[in-house]
């Protein structure tokens, strides 16, 4: 009885002296283990940053290079679909929105005949062919709370050939 009790005891022992063994070893392990990730991480982090740079970059390329192939003729059939409610004449004449000639490099809501809304008169950029490129893609998404109610130009090819007719009107 006492042997078996023994024999028992040492196995209890032995097998918490491994456990303990273990966890040290495995903690140690980790601890470095995670060091190692977290470095992996910040490298990581550093790679991401410096393509975002370099996407950015590639946008605004993009931009320029989109606008190598216009259309001024088809940019005017384009602009058909916002003739309702602007008036593209040099007579500046107010419709529902506010008139388009002379838009490009124009001051955001800076014809004082119209009443616009706070988002566009707190917007203050100019309208230049970056800002009419997103506005016209999404206006509602691009000036939160704005009054021109228009889903947007989805193609890229129609929204550079309308601002090309656009710069055209001068
Ligand atoms: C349903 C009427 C409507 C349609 C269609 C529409 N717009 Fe507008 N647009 C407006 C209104 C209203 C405003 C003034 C927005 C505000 O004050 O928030 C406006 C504002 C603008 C402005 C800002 C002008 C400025 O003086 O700052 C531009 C640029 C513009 N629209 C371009 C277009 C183009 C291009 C189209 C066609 C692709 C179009 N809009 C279609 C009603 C419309």
Redesign the pocket.
Known sequence: MNKYFLSIISILLLFQSFKVFDEIFYHEEEGEGSKIFSEIEDEDSDISEEENEENEVVQKLDLDSLFVNFDIKKGEK??K??S???DFSVNLKVK?????WG?VG??????NE????D???NFKKD?DRET?FY??EN?KEY?K??????KG?KKNSDRVN?ISY?ESLK
Do not use: D, E, N
Not at 106 to 111: D, G, H, L, S, T
Not at 114 to 117: D, E, H, L, Q
Not at 145 to 150: A, D, L, Q, R, S
């Open positions: 384009v602009a679909q916002c309702a409610c602007h529902i929105g506010p008139p388009l838009v124009r001051k955001v809501a800076a014809i119209f009443k616009y809304s988002a566009l008169v309208w009419l506005f016209l206006p000036i709370g704005t009054k021109m109610i228009y130009l309308l656009l």
